[in-house]
């Protein structure tokens, strides 16, 4: 008798103190269980996972993306915007075992929290012989855009270029998330970056990132793309530019945020993608 009311207790404070580090909406505000969402994902033919770059807690749930749209469908093909697409052959390297971890961090342009927040995945990929997409322009050449404007892409020589976008590149400054650029920039400009060159720079990376994916869909299977959630919030940036390629795609977007209470999605935020996870504002972060 006093086991089972001790255990009436114990469920009763679990209850009370239960504090859930993150929650998931649908587009409307509606909160969604993770394997309801995970099944519409694993009917997709592309995800763009838009992620918050230092949430400890988003990159862990990238690597539970990963490995369980892997366990539904082995054909999973892993991209990162963290990677630059002129080290593809480092990291197709890396992955089938012929060069070490060390050269391949030594020699690859890494982000400086590739260690805590994406090489889970990456390993996890190599582990299971899972091809890895470097989507991003090399950023030598985004700085070239953002300085000198998305023209002077035209001189690069034929090697350079297979590291870009085909050119030209549509460019609609009407969409939102580059009008928004233009607005907080205006006219102003520094070191040479007009708001016009900073969008053209924002512009070829989305591009860079939507060609790099579609030319490495799998026949049948499911591409999985980590980027900053700016990249495919609101279906604009990656999105738009892989729906301008070819609009029968299925693409599913999730977007990560951070708020002070995870009890309901804020109005403002509802509709920027298929799903939205909700993160506490105190959540540690890796830099």
């Not at 995800?47 to 770059?53: A, C, K, P, T």
């Not at 350079?160 to 050119?167: G, I």
């Not at 738009?240 to 609009?247: P, V």
Request: proline share 3%; hydrophobic share 40%; charged share 20%.
């Amino acid at each position: 008798m006093m086991n089972w009311i001790f255990g009436i207790i114990l469920l009763t404070y679990v209850g009370m103190v239960n504090k859930p580090a993150y929650r998931i909406f649908d587009q409307g505000g509606v909160e969604v269980a993770y394997d309801s969402m995970l099944h519409e994902l694993s009917q997709a033919d592309i995800v763009l996972f838009g992620e918050i770059h230092n949430n400890a807690l988003v990159h862990w749930l990238e690597l539970q993306v990963a490995k369980d749209l892997y366990a539904r469908d082995s054909s999973l093909v892993v991209g990162l915007e963290m990677l630059e697409a002129d080290n593809q052959l480092l990291i197709e390297e890396y992955i089938n075992g012929t060069i070490e971890e060390r050269h391949f961090s030594q020699e690859a342009k890494l982000w400086n929290n590739y260690a805590t927040d994406y090489a889970p995945v990456v390993d996890f990929a190599k582990k299971n012989s899972i091809a890895v997409i470097a989507t991003n322009i090399p950023r030598r050449y985004a700085s070239l855009v953002s300085r000198e404007g998305i023209e002077r892409l035209n001189s690069l020589g034929t090697q350079a270029k297979r590291w870009v976008a085909p050119l030209p590149v549509i460019i609609d400054t009407s969409l939102p998330s580059y009008q928004n650029m233009l607005d907080m920039m205006g006219e102003h400009t520094h070191s040479g970056m007009s708001g016009e060159k900073m969008v053209q720079a924002q512009v070829i990376k989305d591009a860079t990132m939507a060609h790099f994916i579609q030319q490495n869909l799998p026949n049948a299977g499911i591409f999985l793309h980590l980027n900053g959630s700016y990249h495919s919030d609101n279906f604009e940036g990656v999105y738009w530019y892989l729906k301008q390629r070819s609009s029968d795609l299925n693409i599913k977007t999730v977007s990560c945020v951070e708020q002070a209470t995870l009890n309901s999605l804020e109005e403002e935020k509802q509709g920027i993608a298929d799903y939205i996870i909700v993160t506490p504002t105190d959540m540690a972060h890796s830099y």
